[in-house]
């Protein structure tokens, strides 16, 4: 099975909320991210031809940043995959007929501050800096803000990923307006590649017509 095929089997099983595709999270990207009120459950998905190799960074990036984690493979990837997994961390087994609950997640509580501000833009995690009374953020920049993030314990965690998950589900539709916009550019470019004539090959000589 592949990637695409996976996605079907797993959407339809994501109810409430929205759910996010390829959403930057430290340095890599969750396949998806299921976002509702009241959590964020990041899933990847690792199809026949796919790798393990980067597991343990995808895992490391997921656990600072989602309530949960769920990874959706193959049978295949099932003896070499586990090893790599706290227990934790579900896994979901996909077939042709369908997804198989091989264990469920768990809470994390492995998540921290800094990572899940690292998911919205610098100017939103300022204004929720800003709206808590600290002062002097408005001119930091990234790195310094991450620091205070790590550091300040003032900081409610439960606030900021409720402030979180808000930002991100409103920030949906206009993630759809961009897909569909990009959708039909490639469209466009690939019917003006289709129209264009094709270049004869280097060297080759035109056939001469024979007369009647």
Request: charged residues 25%.
């Amino acid at each position: 099975m592949n990637d695409p095929a996976i996605r079907a089997l797993l959407y339809p099983l994501l109810a409430g909320g929205v759910h996010v595709d390829e959403l930057p999270t430290g340095s890599t990207r969750a396949d998806v991210v299921h976002i509702t009120e009241h959590f964020m459950h990041g899933y990847e998905l690792k199809g026949d031809r796919d790798t393990l190799q980067r597991v343990p960074n995808q895992l490391r990036c997921y656990a600072g940043a989602y309530d949960f984690v769920t990874f959706v493979v193959t049978e295949k990837h099932l003896p070499k995959l586990l090893p790599l997994l706290p227990p934790w961390v579900g896994v979901l087994v996909a077939a042709e007929d369908g997804l198989r609950t091989h264990r469920a997640a768990a809470y994390n509580a492995t998540v921290a501050r800094a990572p899940i501000a690292a998911l919205l833009l610098l100017e939103e995690v300022k204004q929720f800096l800003l709206a808590l009374g600290l002062t002097g953020v408005s001119t930091l920049r990234g790195r310094d803000v991450a620091q205070l993030l790590r550091t300040n314990n003032r900081i409610p965690l439960a606030r900021l990923a409720h402030y979180v998950r808000e930002r991100l589900m409103a920030r949906l539709p206009q993630r759809l307006l961009a897909r569909a916009e990009r959708k039909v550019e490639r469209d466009r470019l690939a019917a003006i590649r289709k129209k264009r004539p094709k270049r004869p090959v280097r060297g080759s000589k035109p056939v001469a017509k024979k007369g009647k």
